[in-house]
């Protein structure tokens, strides 16, 4: 069997028919925003693998943190030691994360790192005296990962809620925030959403330990983005009703919107901040959760006063040097004039695809462009045609987007954002 076979039999690949795959790619190697394919082919990375690849593939400050790690210790178990790597990376995320969050606990994936946030707001609210708030509320079109618990607060529609109905946590819903970003906010609670969600808030309060949102970008639920004053409101809502709030930025931590943390839109921070994807420049697995000194300190007052989760590989020295590295790279600051030329570029570009038949809504903020059919896109369709365009995108449900490493030149973003509205002209 060759290497393409072999898989097709044998390996599982994310959301996809085993009996009838569509196209795979076999990458031999990856630089920059380069993918290499076996027969030589080369394509544009236009997803940064996931969103994680910020600074294109093999970067090499994020290489050679590697090498040295790898040379000196490449595992410990974080019960009762630590390492130079986990300390470094906690210093660096203090420096760049919103100010509140002091408390740090390093995650295997971004799926567990909510996991592990909503544990932590059911035993701040335990340790608080309120045991019986053990609900989430959330809104509508979010993703938050694949786990039981992550997945329970996902879209009910779009995270196919009816399969595991029985299995899932029952939690509380508000609709999705109607105005987008950049439209001109409207204090009427009856069309910002706010009243919607006040009112759940309201009758639920002595059930929900907390709410969880992503903030401003909602990504694999539907690639939508709403108004940053919605959050502002949610904080004062919150705050009144005794319900911690939960920033998910794993999709938009590290500069992806064009602020440091979607939180920068804002004026408020949350109580417990989830961060994944890009942490390690995409080379591995791992996250991180952060949260206040008034939430872990309360959870250290209660019973049993540990906080209950361990993974085995938690804070693994590799994995912390990769994200030390990355973040170093964040630390110098290009992140912020690379996004904001994307975002320019990818406005200019894409606005051609809102007079194609069949598009619905073009948007872009920081380095996210979004092409939004008014019919579902297949993934596999959209393979076909990637060698030919020299670009890599993966469409889902409605949508063709790109969110490319930051390193992209102006010369293959244009490549980008024409293989985008090929997609929409064909598919
Ligand atoms: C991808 C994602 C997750 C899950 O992260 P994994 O590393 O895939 O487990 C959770 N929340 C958001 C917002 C995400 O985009």
Not at 165 to 182: D, M, T, V
Not at 386 to 410: D, K, S
């Amino acid at each position: 069997m060759t290497p393409l076979e072999f898989d097709r039999h044998h390996l599982w690949h994310p959301y996809t028919n085993v009996t009838q795959p569509g196209p795979t790619f076999l990458v031999r190697e990856a630089e920059g925003v380069w993918l290499t394919l076996d027969d030589g082919t080369r394509l544009i990375d236009a997803m940064s693998s996931w969103w994680s690849a910020i600074h294109g593939h093999r970067h090499p400050a994020i290489t050679a943190a590697l090498h040295a790690q790898i040379d000196r210790l490449a595992h410990v178990m974080f019960g009762g030691l630590t390492h130079d790597p986990a300390v470094d990376l906690g210093r660096k995320l203090l420096d760049l994360a919103p100010s509140d969050m002091q408390r740090i606990f390093y995650c295997d994936s971004g799926s567990v790192a909510v996991e592990v946030a909503l544990k932590m707001a059911v035993q701040y609210q335990h340790a608080a005296g309120r045991p019986e708030r053990t609900e989430f509320a959330t809104i509508r079109s979010g993703y938050h990962g694949d786990t039981w618990k992550a997945m329970s607060v996902c879209d009910p529609v779009t995270g196919m809620h009816h399969l595991f109905k029985g299995a899932l946590s029952i939690q509380h819903f508000a609709p999705r925030p109607p105005i987008p970003f950049g439209a001109e906010w409207e204090d009427d609670p009856a069309w910002n959403g706010l009243g919607d969600l006040r009112a759940l808030l309201e009758t639920e309060a002595g059930r929900i330990a907390a709410l969880i949102l992503e903030p401003v970008v909602q990504g694999a639920g539907g690639m939508y983005f709403y108004h940053p004053e919605y959050l502002n409101a949610a904080r004062t809502l919150c705050d009144a009703h005794g319900i911690l709030l939960i920033f998910d930025e794993i999709a938009t931590g590290f500069g992806r919107t064009g602020q440091l943390f979607a939180t920068g839109h804002t004026r408020v921070q949350p109580d417990i901040l989830c961060l994944g994807k890009a942490i390690t420049g995409g080379t591995m697995s791992f996250a991180a959760t952060m949260t206040s000194d008034k939430v872990a300190e309360t959870i250290g007052a209660g019973t049993p006063g540990v906080f209950m989760h361990g993974p085995t590989f938690m804070a693994n020295p590799l994995a912390c040097a990769a994200a030390g590295a990355s973040l170093g790279l964040l630390q110098q600051g290009d992140w912020r004039a690379q996004t904001a030329a994307i975002e320019a570029q990818m406005r200019a570009a894409l606005a051609p695809a809102r007079d194609l038949p069949g598009v619905r809504d073009v948007r872009v903020l920081g380095a996210i462009g979004v092409i939004e059919m008014d019919h579902p896109v297949s993934a596999d369709a959209a393979h076909a045609q990637c060698r030919e365009l020299g670009v890599f995108l993966r469409p889902f449900g409605h949508n063709i987007y790109a969110m490319p490493p930051y390193v992209t030149g102006p010369e293959d973003l244009d490549r980008i954002c024409a293989a985008m509205l090929r997609l929409a002209e064909t598919l």
